[in-house]
């Protein structure tokens, strides 16, 4: 990560102690999501099983509510996109001519839709917050079912 996120962060006008107190958390997180996305990445005979679980794990957040058919489509579309990337020439990956496949209208889009979505606060708690106005509650908005 290096100093490249601090800079950004305070040029976008984030306080310099909520940069210094959060980047930590943040970037040991990112790290242990990376390590287990690359862990799932690289086994190929277990059907996405471990794949799937770290996507469900920081993605989904570990909710037992999502349906294991989404975490698996999503785990498909990961790996797939990865093989697709891998295809690429050197050039076309260092200019960032990447191609997208597209997702579709399946269910793990489904569960990823609304502007609702839910997260963890550092304390462990469950909040909600809204993708489009910032807006954050301890309670799920009667939104968030539709």
């Known amino acids: 990560f290096g100093e490249t996120p ?26 242990t999501a ?21 996507i469900w794990r920081n993605v989904y957040q570990s909710d037992p509510k999502t349906p294991d058919e989404c975490v698996y489509k999503m785990a ?3 790996r ?6 891998e295809a690429l020439g050197s050039a076309d990956l260092m ?3 990447l191609s997208w496949l597209d997702f579709g209208n399946s269910s793990a889009v489904t569960a990823l839709a609304g502007e ?21 509650r301890w309670t799920k908005p009667v939104e968030a079912d539709s």
Do not use: M
């Open 34 to 54: 990376a390590v287990s996305y690359d862990h799932g990445l690289n086994i190929s005979s277990d059907e996405n099983l471990e794949l799937g679980s770290a």
């Open 80 to 85: 797939n996109q990865i093989n697709t990337f």
């Open 95 to 97: 200019r960032g001519k």
């Open 6 to 31: 601090p800079r950004r962060i305070r040029a976008a006008g984030v306080h310099e102690l909520t940069v210094n107190k959060h980047l930590s958390t943040v970037q040991k997180a990112c790290f």
């Open 116 to 136: 609702w979505r839910q997260a963890v606060a550092p304390s462990g708690k469950r909040y909600w917050w809204n993708v489009r106005t910032r807006e954050s």
């Open 76 to 78: 498909d579309y990961v």
